[in-house]
């Protein structure tokens, strides 16, 4: 008896032991961080300095922007530029026509190259209408619109438009074509405008060397003496030809219009009527010289024969 009490004793103590060391191993035991080695960085990126609020950028003024639409191809031929010695017809035209081209001219010899949107050669370059503008109101007048659209209506208000539908320069069309004309074309770029007329040059006449017909004005592809130039130039005046590969893309040369201010034809006509009041002045003047010399001889005659 004293032995079965011992054993459930010992038992017992066991099965408490046991107990608690389950419990114990079933508690989570608190585990300590674990403390990383910081890296070295061996090239640190410097900190960015602190820095001012940025300026807007400044936008570029009109004539910088003129200057960088105006940059000629290194294809291109430079400037062409003749004497007004070297046209036909140059002296035949009246004064102020004369005057016009002797301006034009001297535009051609300044190196202007092809600048859109410019109607002063104090850019470095003009655009075709820019340059008729110019030089007519450098030479009086003042009402001419400012493009080649306007251009050509206000010519056609005044009646001095001449019509062409030929595709040669030798076309009777052209017969009443004189120097200091305006010349006008259509599809030489794709426009809204209406009538869309888009180029614009002055005829020059007849060049005496070559016998072509030559014009002048600002362009950016024209032709002279077969190579292409791109500014103020003298152009040979040629009538466009068609592309067969692309007959959408067709130009037009419309037709030309005497200046109204100074149309030669009207020039002429009033030189001419000019000319025959001055010989009717004088015409008169003679007879009246005579009709008070003839009663002074009447006198003096009768003078003679009466007695002393």
């Given amino acids: 008896m004293t032995v079965n009490l011992t054993f459930f004793r010992v038992s017992a103590c066991l099965v408490v032991c046991i107990f608690c060391s389950h419990a114990l191993l079933a508690k989570p035991s608190a585990k300590k961080p674990v403390q990383k080695t910081p890296v070295v960085d061996e ?48 002296h035949g035209a009246s004064p102020r026509v004369r005057k016009l081209i002797e301006a034009a001219l001297a535009l051609t010899a300044q190196d202007l190259t092809y600048t859109y949107g410019s109607a002063d050669p104090a850019n470095g370059g003009m655009d075709c209408s820019g340059f008729v503008y110019y030089l007519l109101q450098k030479n009086g007048i003042t009402d001419v619109p400012r493009d080649a659209s306007g ?74 003496h077969g190579r292409s130039r791109w500014g103020v130039s003298v152009f040979d005046f040629t009538m466009p030809k068609v592309d067969p590969d692309h007959p959408q893309k067709r130009v037009d040369f419309v037709g030309y219009a005497h200046i109204p201010a100074f149309d030669t034809n009207a020039e002429a006509e009033a030189a001419s009527e000019s000319t025959k009041v001055s010989a009717a002045d004088q015409t008169t003047e003679l007879k009246r010289k005579k009709s008070e010399e003839a009663p002074d001889k009447r006198s003096k005659g009768t003078r003679s024969k009466t007695p002393g």
């Fill in 151 to 224: 251009q050509y209506v206000w010519l056609r208000k005044a009646g001095a438009f001449r019509a062409v539908l030929s595709r040669k320069v030798e076309s009777f069309e052209l017969n009443e074509l004189r120097p200091g004309d305006l010349l006008f074309w259509a599809g030489t770029y794709s426009t809204d405008r209406d009538p869309p007329i888009t180029h614009a040059m002055i005829y020059l006449g007849t060049e005496k060397e070559s016998k072509s017909r030559v014009m002048v004005g600002a362009s950016n592809g024209r032709s002279y």
């Fill in 43 to 90: 090239n640190p990126e410097p900190l960015p300095l602190p820095q001012a609020d940025p300026k807007p950028a400044a936008k570029p003024s009109p004539s910088a922007k003129l200057q960088s639409e105006s940059a000629r191809p290194a294809s291109a031929a430079p400037n062409a530029t003749i004497s007004s010695d070297a046209l036909i017809e140059f």
